[in-house]
């Protein structure tokens, strides 16, 4: 069974640091871009970061600057470096990636169970 599972969250003082892990297991031919969202209640889920396979990266404004996403393909992990964070930075994280089983099937969009970074001022 393929899954996403992260790691690292936590609670940081405001101007603090945290970095976020997720790692890809299971049956996994490929994966293609791979992705960190993030929710507060009653909001929806705000994309914050991704990454392609051939290192093209993209943020959100409210990150630019702060949080790095850098993957590692051959383990099939992606983190979020998170510096300078801010009380409104708090939010459950989710790691996203598309991801094909075998070489003849279609990408299937999956994601993790989430972890919460809570930033206090």
């Known amino acids: 069974q393929v899954q996403l599972v992260e790691s690292g969250g936590g609670l940081v003082q405001a101007g603090g640091s945290l970095r976020l892990s997720c790692t890809a297991s299971?049956?996994?031919?490929?994966?293609?871009?791979m992705h960190w969202y993030r929710q507060t209640p009653g909001t929806q889920r705000e994309l914050v970061a991704s990454?392609?396979?051939?290192?093209?990266?993209r943020y959100a404004d409210s990150v630019k600057g702060r949080f790095t996403i850098s993957r590692d393909n051959v383990k099939n992990t992606v983190s979020l470096q998170m510096n300078s964070l801010k009380p409104e930075d708090t939010a459950v994280y989710y790691c996203?990636?598309?991801?094909?089983?075998?070489?003849?099937?279609?990408?299937?969009?999956?994601w993790g169970q989430g972890t919460q970074v809570t930033v206090s001022s």
């Open positions: 996203n990636a598309d991801m094909r089983v075998r070489a003849d099937s279609r990408l299937e969009n999956y």
């Open positions: 299971g049956s996994i031919f490929s994966i293609g871009l």
């Open positions: 990454m392609s396979r051939d290192g093209n990266r």
